[in-house]
Each structure stands twice: as C-alpha cells, then as structure tokens.
C-alpha cells in the first residue's frame, strides 16, 4: 500500500525556516517526479514546487523563488522543501504527492499519490 508521511510543519515567527519531509512507502518512486503542494483556509490548493525523478529539473511557483528549495533523496524515497524567510501568507497545509515518471508537472491533476499533510502556521 503507497503511503505518504509529511513531516516537519509547525508554528514559526515571519522570517524564520522549516524543513518539511515527506517519506513514501510501499512502492519506489525513485523514477517518478515528486512535487509540494499547499492549501490555506478558504482557498484552493496550489502548486508549491516540484522536482524531477533525478532531482537535475526543479521548478517553483513565483511566490516561493529564492525561499523554498526542493530536493530528493531517492535512496530514501524522501523529498524535502526547504523554506526560509517565511511570512504570514504562506500559513497553508502543505501536501507532498507523487507525479508523472520521468518527467515534471505543476498540476495536481498529474499527481497520481497524496500525503495527509502538514500544518506550516507563521506569526506575524
């Protein structure tokens, strides 16, 4: 059975950092792309940033760059997001979930397999 586990969300000031991971079982995602997504209260989900099965292609959403950093650790089927210098609006449950083989996508509608997700709560 595919499982996904995110880990890592919390409470953090504006300008501070979290490391979200997000660990798959059950299957070897090593050849497919791995993406982060984001739901805040009252919106709709949104692609956060996404890396491909080798981790040479990353691409993120225009409101993260220079922030968030993707990364993949295939021998542990485990993506990271690293977010720095957080700020209010990026207050949002934040989804890991699995993409297309060999390739990339920024919408969700190419994601095959979803963690339950992870709080990231900023203060202001």
């Known amino acids: 059975q595919v499982q996904l586990v995110e880990s890592g969300g919390g409470l953090v000031q504006a300008g501070g950092s979290l490391r979200l991971s997000c660990a798959a079982s059950?299957?070897?995602?090593?050849?497919?792309?791995m993406g982060w997504f984001r739901q805040a209260p009252g919106k709709e989900r949104e692609f956060v940033a996404t890396?491909?099965?080798?981790?040479?292609?990353?691409y993120s959403a225009d409101f993260v760059k220079g922030r968030f950093s993707i990364s993949r650790d295939n021998a542990k089927n485990t993506v990271y997001l690293q977010m720095n210098s957080l700020k209010p609006e990026d207050t949002a449950v934040y989804y890991c979930?699995?993409?297309?083989?060999?390739?990339?996508?920024?919408?969700?509608?190419?994601?095959?397999?979803w963690g339950q997700g992870t709080q990231v709560t900023v203060s202001s």
């Open positions: 979930a699995v993409g297309p083989p060999y390739g990339t996508s920024t919408s969700g509608q190419s994601y095959a397999y």
């Open positions: 059950g299957r070897d995602f090593s050849n497919y792309a």
């Open positions: 890396i491909n099965w080798s981790g040479v292609m990353k």
